[in-house]
């Protein structure tokens, strides 16, 4: 009787000890999980902001070569009345 009593504690202390590791586990489990999903979530958010600033870097080339365009035509409009002017003076 006294060895089936101290068989039932020993038991009883090895369920206990098992339960909370099992307790242990799943919070470092959910833990992990946890990490993981800010992980991608992070990388997600990069990629979005490299897309973002691709989409920039693309826009502001456009715009670096619609001003090239205009400087372009400015130039020759200035080379233009600069050689009229000279004409002008000229023919005074």
Do not use: C, H
Request: no cysteine.
């Amino acid at each position: 009787l006294f060895k089936i009593g101290q068989f039932q504690k020993i038991v009883g202390g090895l369920i206990e000890l098992v339960d909370e590791l099992a307790k242990e586990a799943e919070t470092e489990k959910m833990k992990a999980i946890g990490a993981r999903n800010l992980l991608k979530s992070v990388a997600k958010q990069r990629e979005a902001q490299q897309q973002q600033l691709q989409a920039l870097i693309a826009e502001k080339k456009m715009q670096l070569e619609r001003y090239r365009i205009e400087y372009d035509a400015l130039s020759k409009v200035e080379s233009e009345q600069n050689e009229f002017i000279d004409q002008f003076i000229l023919q005074k």
